[in-house]
Nanobody
């Protein structure tokens, strides 16, 4: 059974950076597409980025394009989300999720496995 654990969240000032990690266990991520999603209080869950199994294709949400970068190291069974130029509007719980597909899939309903989430707070 694939399990995902996010880490790296925290409190950061506007304009700062954070790198989130999503470590997988129980199965190899080689054949899983990965998505990063976020949910702020009172708001719907939003797709941040989806990345295919090989890591050579990504699709970003409009609100994070040019600021966030997703990558993966399948040898370490870990996926990363580098977040730069953070804004207060980026404040949310961030989740990584996996789907048994080689493709990048950005619909949350398609994902089978979810981490517990990590809180990111952008505030001065």
């Amino acid at each position: 059974q694939l399990q995902l654990v996010e880490s790296g969240g925290g409190l950061v000032q506007p304009g700062g950076s954070l790198r989130l990690s999503c470590a997988a266990s129980g199965a190899s991520l080689d054949y899983y597409g990965i998505g990063w999603f976020r949910q702020a209080p009172g708001k719907e869950r939003e797709a941040v980025v989806c990345i295919n199994s090989s890591g050579d294709y990504t699709e970003y949400g409009d609100s994070v394009k040019g600021r966030f970068t997703a990558s993966r190291d399948n040898a370490k069974n870990t996926v990363y989300l580098q977040m730069n130029r953070l804004k207060p509007g980026d404040t949310a719980v961030y989740y990584c999720a996996a789907v048994n597909s080689v493709y990048a899939m950005c619909s949350a309903t398609l994902y089978e496995y979810w981490g517990q989430g990590t809180q990111v707070t952008v505030s001065s």
